[in-house]
């Protein structure tokens, strides 16, 4: 069964850039057909997706985060990562790690979510 | 954007009485495959999301048989045939049918 963790900062400055990475364990990020995403919910409201990489390198970004976001994969280390510039306390969440497999993006596995807070 | 409503915000039930959730999309969700890419999660509290539900109408494994998803296009649908102390929570559903992916505001599952 696959697992999944995030780590990063739990507090990051404004203006300044967050980054988080998600292991991956009881499974590979480059099998075939499995995709892995962020999303995130600010406190107390609801969930919003940030971005998904594919098996293959391919991403796709939520268009309301797109300028300021990068999702990667590192294989070796089979984990994945977001970078989000120039937060502000806007981007205050927790912010989860997820996986599904094959079409539909139905996030099947979920890590157990980080808290990052935006504050000087 | 396909913009995912849910009705309604707040929902009180009775233990052992059904409950029901509606979720409906701005756009159809029949993608071009023919799937219906609609999921159900549900967030306990201080929990991750779960899914519950995929492609409309199947359950995940662990599910208890008395959560159920149905519709078509853009209404559906999440019943909970009878609620017990453990469901209580918010349930999302999402879109996976056209970028960005979207989520419905959430539906609170309360005990009366």
């Known amino acids: 069964q696959l697992q999944l963790e995030e780590s990063g900062p739990g507090l990051v400055k404004p203006s300044e850039t967050l980054s988080l990475t998600c292991a991956v364990s009881?499974?590979?990020?480059?099998?075939?057909?499995?995709?892995w995403g962020w999303i995130r919910q600010p406190p107390g409201k609801g969930l919003e997706w940030i971005g998904t990489?594919?098996?293959?390198?391919?991403?796709y970004y939520n268009p309301s985060l797109k300028s300021r976001v990068t999702i990667s994969g590192d294989t070796p280390k089979n984990q994945f990562s977001l970078r989000l510039n120039s937060v502000t306390a806007a981007d205050t969440a927790v912010y989860y790690c997820?996986?599904?497999?094959?079409?539909?993006?139905?996030?099947?596995?979920w890590g157990q979510g980080t808290l990052v807070t935006v504050s000087s | 954007d396909v913009v995912m409503t849910q009705s309604p915000l707040s929902l009180p039930v009775t233990l052992g009485q059904p409950a029901s959730i509606s979720c409906r999309s701005s756009?159809?969700?029949?993608?071009?495959?023919?799937?219906?890419?609609l999921t159900w999660f549900q967030q306990r509290p201080g929990q991750s999301p779960r899914r519950l539900i995929y492609?409309?109408?199947n359950r995940d494994s662990g599910v208890p048989d008395r959560f159920s998803g149905s519709g078509s296009g853009t209404d559906f649908t999440l019943k909970i045939s009878r609620v017990e102390a453990e469901d209580v929570g918010v349930y999302y559903c999402?879109?996976?049918?056209?970028?960005?992916?979207?989520f419905g505001g959430g539906t609170k599952v309360e005990i009366k």
């Open positions: 756009q159809s969700l029949v993608y071009g495959d023919g799937n219906t890419y």
């Open positions: 997820a996986t599904y497999y094959g079409s539909g993006s139905a996030f099947e596995y």
């Open positions: 009881g499974g590979s990020i480059s099998s075939t057909y499995y995709h």
């Open positions: 492609k409309v109408s």
């Open positions: 999402m879109q996976g049918t056209q970028w960005p992916l979207t």
């Open positions: 990489i594919y098996w293959s390198g391919s991403t």
